[in-house]
């Protein structure tokens, strides 16, 4: 299985723009735009923010957004608001049709 | 829209097997149109991909749990399941049923059910 790495912790204060990454490899992460992004508030449900790298579900806030460079993905969050502190979690689909899920990162909202 | 919500014990005996089902509505699980999946959560701790099932019986699990795992699919009750055998305290967890769709690109879990703690214990 395919490893992804994030960090464990960032901060923001309201209405600054924070970025998360997702680190893989060159054999998974850096070839393929499999990436998609969760967001887990206190005591709710994941919910799916960004897909396929860079795609946003329909709902999702604009100031969310993904992109990749190399064997990162990136998850960055404009315009940070109270209501974005929760668990962050990249997901790779990886080349054995598996996913594997990094070790997600919180985000607290200074 | 897709719902879905896991049923089962939320206490089991190390040792026996863990059995949940996740009951559908809103969509055919014979559809076509999705991947049925599990993911665990053991408390305060991050999120782990257990596995899915196609509506033909096709399975993919993680190679970590493949093989105290197994599940099925029911279409006439519009329900799919889980089986983990020989389970142990590192089982305890919030269990979730969940979507996954796929694109030409990818695939990613879209709607989740509400999530059921089981805990191992005796």
């Known amino acids: 299985q395919s490893a992804l790495t994030q960090p464990p912790s960032v901060s923001g204060s309201p209405g600054q723009s924070v970025t998360i990454s997702c680190t893989g490899t060159?054999?998974?992460?850096?070839?393929?735009?499999?990436v998609s992004w969760y967001q887990q508030t206190p005591g709710t449900v994941p919910k799916l923010i960004i897909y396929?790298?860079?795609n946003r579900p329909s709902g999702v806030p604009d100031r969310f957004s993904g992109s990749k460079s190399g064997n990162t993905a990136s998850l960055t969050i404009s315009g940070l608001q109270a209501e974005d502190e929760a668990d962050y979690y990249c997901?790779?689909?990886?080349?054995?049709?598996?996913?594997?899920f990094g070790g997600g990162t919180k985000l607290t909202v200074l | 829209q897709v719902q879905l919500q896991e049923s089962g014990p939320g206490l089991v005996k190390p040792s026996e097997t863990l059995s949940l089902t996740c009951t559908v509505s809103?969509?055919?699980?014979?559809?076509?149109?999705?991947?049925w999946s599990w993911i665990r959560q053991p408390p305060g701790k991050g999120l782990e991909w257990i596995g899915y099932?196609?509506?033909?019986?096709?399975?993919n699990y993680n190679p970590s749990l493949k093989s105290r795992l197994t599940m099925s699919v029911d279409t006439s009750k519009n329900q799919f399941s889980l089986n983990l055998s020989s389970v142990t305290g590192a089982d305890t967890a919030v269990y979730y049923c969940?979507?996954?769709?796929?694109?030409?690109?990818?695939?990613?879990?879209?709607?989740w059910g509400q999530g059921t703690l089981v805990t191992v214990s005796s």
């Open positions: 969940a979507t996954m769709q796929c694109s030409s690109i990818s695939c990613y879990l879209g709607r």
């Open positions: 809103g969509a055919s699980v014979s559809s076509g149109s999705y991947y």
């Open positions: 099932i196609y509506y033909t019986g096709s399975t």
């Open positions: 060159s054999s998974d992460v850096g070839i393929y735009n499999r």
């Open positions: 396929e790298v860079s």
């Open positions: 997901t790779l689909y990886t080349s054995s049709s598996t996913l594997v």
